[in-house]
């Protein structure tokens, strides 16, 4: 049920959302100050979610960054988060733009740096198919020809709440000594911390997939021009600062 709702919640949390639903009410009231409240509200909003600067400044306080690793030997296992691939029309999948969680995950097992990588990942569509991201995930990894030894598949959890639940037995089974390195993007990182930890599952954080323009310390003219692609990275984070709050009233 909570899964059910979590998906419905999201429609409500996009900017856009909220922009267009100010807009509409403006043309719909007949009181003209009110009408030009409603416009002047949309036309704040469009403006504040969509300058580079406020977004850089916030993704720089909320993003997760990593933490050194050991150089004394490789860590067990790294838990990579599902959610870097998606399903295509004939059913296969294919890499989105969070395919850096994959990318980091394959140079830490290929590197050394783990003995074991572990994708966890299902469907988390709210009409769920066939399609399971973990199973789809090994698939590639074979690809890159390493060993099912090294491999571990989740491929129940819908969402990250799941991802843990689910990672645990499968990682207590294994017998893999913690701590292990939990990857995923910076800006999933706060929430997937605080579920894995709550969890009892000892994580180090190995952030990736930084969204563009994100973090820069450097300010120049364009980062106060108006840039509509900032609206999608806002639901991101949006999205993710509400996960976290309801987690820690859960």
């Not at 294919?94 to 740096?113: E, P």
């Not at 390493?146 to 491929?155: A, K, R």
């Not at 579920?195 to 954080?205: E, L, Q, S």
Request: net charge positive.
């Amino acid at each position: 049920m909570f899964f059910f709702f979590s998906k419905i919640f999201e429609f409500f949390i996009h900017p856009i959302i909220w922009v267009f639903g100010l807009s509409i009410a403006a043309l719909l009231v007949k009181k003209s100050i009110i009408k030009k409240r409603l416009f002047f509200s949309a036309l704040a909003l469009l403006l504040l979610f969509t300058n580079p600067f406020l977004m850089n400044k916030f993704s720089g306080l909320w993003d997760i960054k990593p933490v050194p690793l050991k150089t004394s030997g490789p860590y067990s296992c790294a838990i990579v988060l599902g959610g870097f691939s998606s399903e295509g029309k004939n059913g296969e999948g294919f890499f989105n733009t969070s395919a850096d969680r994959f990318i980091q995950g394959l140079k830490l097992l290929s590197t050394g740096q783990v003995s074991h990588i572990l994708i966890s990942g299902g469907n988390g569509n709210l009409i769920p198919d066939s399609f399971e991201e973990g199973d789809w995930v090994k698939t590639q990894l074979k690809l890159f020809k390493v060993p099912d030894s090294c491999i571990l598949i989740e491929d129940r959890s819908r969402n990250t709440i799941e991802n843990a639940a689910f990672t645990k037995p499968i990682l207590q089974k294994a017998a893999l000594q913690p701590p292990y390195l939990l990857v995923t993007s910076a800006f999933h990182m706060r929430r997937s911390l605080g579920i894995f930890k709550a969890t009892g599952i000892n994580v180090i954080p190995y952030s990736c997939n930084y969204l563009p323009g994100t973090g820069s310390t450097n300010i120049s003219i364009g980062d106060f021009i108006p840039d509509g692609s900032i609206l999608g990275t806002w639901d991101y984070y949006i999205k993710e600062a509400i996960g976290t709050l309801v987690n820690k009233f859960r």
